[in-house]
């Protein structure tokens, strides 16, 4: 692994059905953040986690829960997915929390709730 | 409420300069951040600026004036690989980065 990874790439899913996105980073970095991005719309922040144990909300992160168990993963959950979280999600990390430093993202996950 | 402003969308010619304006209103100001963003792609880090002035990085250059609430990213000697969405991310009081939707820049050859 090199940098930030996501999983799956793209996914179709039925309204209602549970789903985790998976994000790993082997840069040993403090900070993660799940963002979503739709069209027209900036970047918005969903839940971000500034080290390991910790996690806080961010702009939209009704419908939307996380974990931080350890300092590579922070998994993204939708309990019970609605339509209008079809967005592409990208996780993102950085050294420090705080904003101050470069942010790093991941490839994104193209979600599409039916 | 917490504000950016950017252009949709500019067109520009391989070969010449182009300067993309940000103006954002925000609780507290922390410096302001470019990322690029090609289309399909993640956004990747271009700049911070949190003096005023110009801070030059090779063919891009940014801008910042606090006073005015102001940015610019300027591309010099455009390439075609330099065709992508162009985001102003300045950060607030609390650090928290407020994204603009981007500028998708078309350069034509």
């Known amino acids: 692994i090199a940098g930030i990874t996501q999983a799956p790439t793209s996914q179709i899913l039925a309204a209602g059905r549970r789903m985790t996105l998976r994000c790993t980073q082997d840069?040993?970095?403090?900070?993660m953040y799940w963002y979503r991005q739709d069209l027209g719309l900036g970047l918005r922040l969903i839940h971000y986690?500034?080290?390991?144990?910790?996690?806080g909300k961010g702009e939209v992160p009704d419908g939307y829960s996380v974990s931080r168990a350890n300092t590579d993963d922070f998994p993204l959950t939708l309990a019970s997915a609605v339509p209008s979280q079809t967005s592409v999600y990208f996780c993102?990390?950085?050294?420090?929390?705080?904003?101050?430093?470069?942010?790093?993202f991941g490839p994104g996950t193209r979600l599409t709730v039916l | 409420g917490q504000n950016i402003d950017q252009p949709t969308e500019m067109t520009a010619t391989e070969g010449a300069i182009v300067q993309i304006n940000c103006t954002y209103q925000?609780?507290?100001?922390?410096?302001l951040f470019w990322y690029q963003q090609h289309a399909g792609e993640a956004p990747t880090f271009l700049s911070y600026?949190?003096l005023d002035g110009l801070e030059e990085k090779g063919r891009f250059s940014s801008f910042l004036s606090r006073s005015k609430g102001y940015s610019y990213l300027l591309l010099k000697e455009l390439q075609m690989k330099d065709s992508a969405s162009y985001l102003c991310?300045?950060?607030?009081?609390?650090?928290?980065?407020?994204w603009g939707a981007g500028t998708k820049l078309i350069i034509k050859p």
């Open positions: 925000t609780s507290g100001f922390n410096g």
């Open positions: 840069m040993r970095h403090n900070a």
């Open positions: 991310a300045p950060l607030d009081s609390n650090y928290q980065l407020i």
């Open positions: 600026n949190v």
């Open positions: 993102a990390s950085s050294v420090l929390a705080g904003g101050l430093n470069e942010q790093f």
């Open positions: 986690s500034n080290t390991a144990g910790t996690t």
